[in-house]
């Protein structure tokens, strides 16, 4: 017999059904079973009398076993579980569970420790059912205008961002490699190939030692190129309406778990962001966060945005060019905040070979270590720019997740690389 989903059950009809045990009742005269699968839970009664087989099996049963239930499914209006009960006729456990080390009450590093645990409630794996919508609307609203999806490499001998931030291999059959921060100069080169139009879902890796609710050493990011703009403002334009699509896409499918996007993204300047942080919020950016926003001021922008425009999402343009990657053109370049917290980092880059070249020089690299990138641009250069959303901030915002540990199937950071 074929299993049947419990959102699949209905009265009447003989079912075999499969999961965790979520609550167990062995009273005198009867057994109760609330059985949980992907899809809901249904109660399973047994009355010991008339079922004496199946009521010892139950006996050793705990919670957290898996069964395997085939029986009839009965109306019965006092059953808060749909008004639904099975009455089995063959009970088989498929496992028997251990006392769980975890319960709802545990702290979140003792829930990562046994994250597969952590993942069983119900709640916890809406998540990734809304991360999959997400990516399928975001999939589908690229390939819909003219993208190529791409996949880059991961190992590569130069870094994407020129710093330090990177994780070494150091014995890449005998020469020195990288994980890479990023598919940055790789989803260049797609513009270089005349590809026009590319984007990737992949993982990204991050040698930063921060321990924030935003920070993953290694996460998965939305990266998408373009090409033939006149200005960061186009790659904006087709960010914006990328996301109010997809959000709107999600809030039809989940309800009010996603809301609906009905506002424009409000765009202001890095200087207007200061003055409206000064004169409105009465708050002065740390000198040591000048020339970019500290996370402080993302959250007061985002609340500004939210006040002013009605609006989660808020760009922030125009930061100067010393504070961007080298690969950024002038000061054409932007964040996304939603909600408070920032998405997404975008610009258009610098196509023409001999500024890139200075570009990279004024950052202290050696224009040596970057030349399979630079040579990209000696053939043909399109004007073009892009972004990249990384998913597990985009997720943690949408849901209102404290942080990234809860949106990541398997979160890595700077101390925890298990399981």
């Known amino acids: 017999m074929e299993r049947t989903l419990i959102k699949d059950i209905q009265a009447g009809k003989q079912v075999k059904i499969a999961g965790f045990v979520e609550n167990l009742r062995n009273k005198s005269a009867m057994q109760f079973i609330v059985l949980r699968d992907i899809s809901g ?71 990562l420790d046994y994250r597969w645990l952590d993942l069983r409630d119900p709640q916890k794996a809406k998540t990734f059912q809304v991360q999959t919508a997400l990516e399928r609307y975001m999939v589908d609203w690229l390939t819909d205008h003219g993208f190529i999806k791409i996949h880059t490499p991961k190992i590569t001998a130069i870094s994407s961002e020129g710093g330090s931030e990177v994780f070494e291999l150091k014995n890449y059959f005998g020469s020195h490699a990288y994980l890479t921060q990023s598919p940055q100069l790789y989803k260049q080169m797609s513009m270089m190939a005349g590809f026009d139009r590319t984007f990737e879902i992949g993982e990204c890796y991050r040698a930063e030692s921060s321990f924030t609710s935003r920070h993953a050493t290694e996460f998965t990011a939305l990266d998408v190129e373009i090409s033939h703009i006149e200005n960061h403002h186009d790659v904006m334009d087709m960010e914006e309406a990328l996301l109010t699509d997809v959000m709107n896409k999600l809030h039809a499918q989940f309800g009010d778990l996603i809301p609906a996007v009905t506002a424009k993204f409000p765009r202001l300047t890095l200087q207007e962001v200061y003055r409206i942080l000064r004169e409105e919020k009465h708050y002065e950016m740390p000198k040591a966060a000048l020339g970019d926003i500290d996370p402080d001021g993302e959250r007061l922008i985002g609340e500004y945005a939210k006040e002013k425009y009605h609006s989660d999402f808020v760009f922030i343009t125009d930061y100067p060019h010393d504070a961007r990657a080298f690969y950024t053109m002038d000061d054409r370049s932007f964040d996304l905040i939603y909600k408070g917290v920032e998405i997404t980092s975008g610009a258009q880059r610098e196509h023409r070979y001999e500024q890139l070249k200075q570009n990279v020089i004024a950052k202290g690299i050696n224009p040596e270590h970057m030349k399979e990138y630079l040579d990209f641009f000696r053939y043909g250069a399109p004007t073009h720019g892009g972004f990249a959303i990384g998913l597990a901030r985009l997720m943690a915002r949408m849901l209102d997740l404290p942080t990234v540990k809860e949106s990541c199937f398997v979160f890595r950071g700077p101390t925890r690389l298990k399981p």
Do not use: F, H, M
């Open 41 to 111: 839970k249904v109660q399973i009664t047994v009355e010991k009398a008339k079922l004496p087989e199946i009521a010892k099996i139950i006996d050793g049963v705990t919670v957290e076993s898996v069964l395997t239930v085939t029986g009839l499914a009965v109306k019965n209006d006092y059953v808060k579980l749909g008004g639904l009960e099975i009455i089995p006729d063959r009970v088989t456990v498929d496992s028997v569970a251990e006392v769980l080390p975890i319960d709802k009450e545990s702290g979140l590093d003792l829930r």
